[in-house]
C-alpha cells in the first residue's frame, strides 16, 4: 500500500487544520491507520489511530479533545482535523498502516507503511 499525506501548512495558534492520508491498494480497509508526528530534534510520537471499521479510535494525551481520527472507506482516505492548535504541535505528521489491524497500537514499529510526512507549523 502506498500512502500520501497532505494538509500541512502555517496556522496560527487556536486555528485548525484538517490533515489527510490518501491510500491507495484494495486492502486499504484492512488496515489500521495511525497518525504519528516527529518535531525538530524529538523522537517519532504517536498521535491517533483509528481501527479498520472506523468504530474505535485512539490518541495521544497531548490531543486528546483537540484532534480527531477519521476515516472515509470510500475514498480510501483518513483524516486528521486538528483543532485548537498549539505552537507545540509544530511537527512533521506522517500516517503509517498497521496492516495487523487490531489493538491500539502506539508503537511506531507496529506500523508497516509510512507515507511522506506534511508540516504542520503553528505561531504563536
Known amino acids: 500500500v502506498q500512502l500520501q499525506a497532505s494538509g500541512g501548512g502555517l496556522v496560527q495558534a487556536g486555528g485548525s487544520l484538517r490533515l489527510s492520508c490518501a491510500a491507495s491498494?484494495?486492502?486499504?480497509?484492512?488496515?489500521?491507520i495511525g497518525w504519528f508526528r516527529q518535531a525538530p530534534g524529538k523522537e517519532r510520537e504517536f498521535v491517533a489511530r483509528?481501527?479498520?471499521?472506523?468504530?474505535?479510535?485512539y490518541y495521544a494525551d497531548s490531543v486528546k479533545g483537540r484532534f480527531t481520527i477519521s476515516r472515509d472507506s470510500a475514498k480510501n482516505t483518513v483524516y486528521l482535523t486538528m483543532n485548537s492548535l498549539k505552537p507545540e504541535d509544530t511537527a512533521v505528521y506522517y500516517c503509517?498502516?498497521?496492516?495487523?489491524?487490531?489493538?491500539?497500537?502506539?508503537?511506531?514499529?507496529?506500523?508497516?507503511?509510512w507515507g511522506q510526512g506534511t508540516l504542520v507549523t503553528v505561531s504563536s
Open positions: 491498494g484494495r486492502t486499504f480497509s484492512s488496515y489500521a
Open positions: 483509528v481501527s479498520t471499521s472506523g468504530r474505535s479510535t
Open positions: 503509517a498502516a498497521d496492516t495487523y489491524g487490531v489493538g491500539s497500537q502506539r508503537a511506531s514499529y507496529e506500523y508497516e507503511y
